[in-house]
Every structure is written in C-alpha cells, then in structure tokens.
C-alpha cells in the first residue's frame, strides 16, 4: 500500500492540506494606519480593524475534507477504479478550496487602503502543489488499472 508511488503522493497531498490549516495564507500592513489584516484558514485576524464577516471557515472545512478523502484513498489500493472516483472528487475540493482563497483574499483587499496590495504567502500556494499531486497520483493509479488490465488479457 505505501510502497506504492501514488500513496506516497496521497500522503503528501494530504500533508500540503492539512498544513494549510496551520499556516496564514495572506496579510496586508497599512503603514499609515498600523492596521493589519491577516487571512488564515479559519478567519481574517485583523489588528486596528474590525473584524469582516463572511464563512473563512469554508477554506478550513474544504482542505480539511480534501486531506480525508486523500487518506481514504490511499487504502482503498484494491479498488482502483474507487481511487479513480475518489480522486475525482478531490481534484473539485482542492480547486474549490482555491476558489474560497481568491475570494476571501479579494475581501480582505478590499477592507484595507487598496492602493496597497497585501503579501501571498507560502500557504497559499499549497493547494495548487496537492492539486500537482493528486493529478499525479490519478496517473498512477491509471497506470496500474492498464496494467492489471492487460495481464488479464494474458491469461
């Protein structure tokens, strides 16, 4: 099960997913002001400000689900074609956890001074390398569904 390079993918993907929950994915300083605003999965920490409204918690719940199914599919080995569906299903949570970052990263653009733009950070960049991951994995597991495949034509 792990021996095989598309768990170790899995397994990595999970990792990038879980981690984006510990880390501050966006953040933005208004030097006039000392007002700060930080996005994290779980809400904006804002410093000067008061705090916007709106479900950030979705960034958490979607890479939070995603890193699920990707355990789940790592020990679903015997069911390919399952993986094959499993992965499916992440490729939409992570795009969709892409699409939650970008929004609520254009929120918080707008909540301070807007000539000045806030900093990217590493985190937010997560979702797009398990995104490479799980793309890399589906070929895997297709890989070996030819395989298995084409041994049954054998015999």
Do not use: C
């Amino acid at each position: 099960m792990i021996q095989r390079i598309q768990s170790v993918f899995l397994l990595l993907l999970a990792l990038a997913m879980l981690s984006l929950l510990a880390l501050p994915l966006w953040h933005k300083v208004d030097g006039l002001t000392n007002q700060e605003l930080t996005l994290t999965a779980f809400g904006f920490d804002a410093k000067g400000l008061p705090v916007p409204a709106g479900p950030v918690w979705l960034i958490a719940a979607l890479a939070t689900a995603s890193a699920a199914v990707a355990i789940f599919e790592i020990f679903q080995f015997r069911a390919r074609l399952k993986q094959l569906m499993l992965g499916s299903i992440n490729l939409l949570l992570i795009t969709a956890t892409l699409g939650a970052e970008f929004y609520f990263q254009t929120k918080g653009e707008q909540l301070l001074n807007i000539k000045l733009e806030g900093q990217v950070l590493i985190a937010f960049y997560l979702p797009t390398l398990a995104l490479l991951l799980n793309l890399l994995a589906n070929r895997f597991i297709r890989r070996d569904e030819q395989l298995v495949r084409s041994a049954d034509r054998l015999r």
